[in-house]
């Protein structure tokens, strides 16, 4: 069973930048695929970022691409998500999202990929 917590929501005026965090449990942290998605309201969840340590691989949306980053310290077991540029349309419940030993057969952009999901955090961008 893996936990995940994240931190680091809160308000921002369009233009400004947020760094959310995600710890993880667990000791092969280094295995796991992490993943960032996001909610707003009346739509349905949607991917925005992965992070495949084994493969050194990257994923980002479209609509995040250049603005957004994902990067991650194993030794801390925690991801992050650095979103720059932040526009009101990023406003959402961000979710971290997990698999161990991912193997990588399987769109790193599909919810049905993480087993293990966080309560998630509020961003809120005014303009």
């Known amino acids: 069973q893996v936990q995940l917590a994240e931190s680091g929501g809160g308000l921002v005026q369009a233009g400004g930048s947020l760094r959310l965090s995600c710890g993880a449990s667990g000791r092969t942290f280094s295995s796991y695929i992490m993943g960032w998605f996001r909610q707003a309201p009346g739509k349905e969840r949607e991917f925005v970022a992965a992070?495949?340590?084994?493969?050194?691989?990257?994923y980002y949306a479209d609509s995040v691409k250049g603005r957004f980053t994902i990067s991650r310290d194993n030794a801390k077991n925690t991801v992050y998500l650095q979103m720059n540029s932040l526009k009101p349309e990023d406003t959402a419940v961000y979710y971290c999202?997990?698999?161990?030993?991912?193997?990588?057969?399987?769109?790193?952009?599909?919810?049905?990929?993480?087993?293990?999901w966080g309560q998630g955090t509020q961003v809120t961008v005014s303009s």
């Open positions: 999202a997990a698999r161990s030993h991912y193997s990588g057969s399987t769109y790193p952009g599909m919810e049905t990929t993480y087993d293990y």
């Open positions: 992070s495949w340590w084994a493969a050194g691989s990257t």
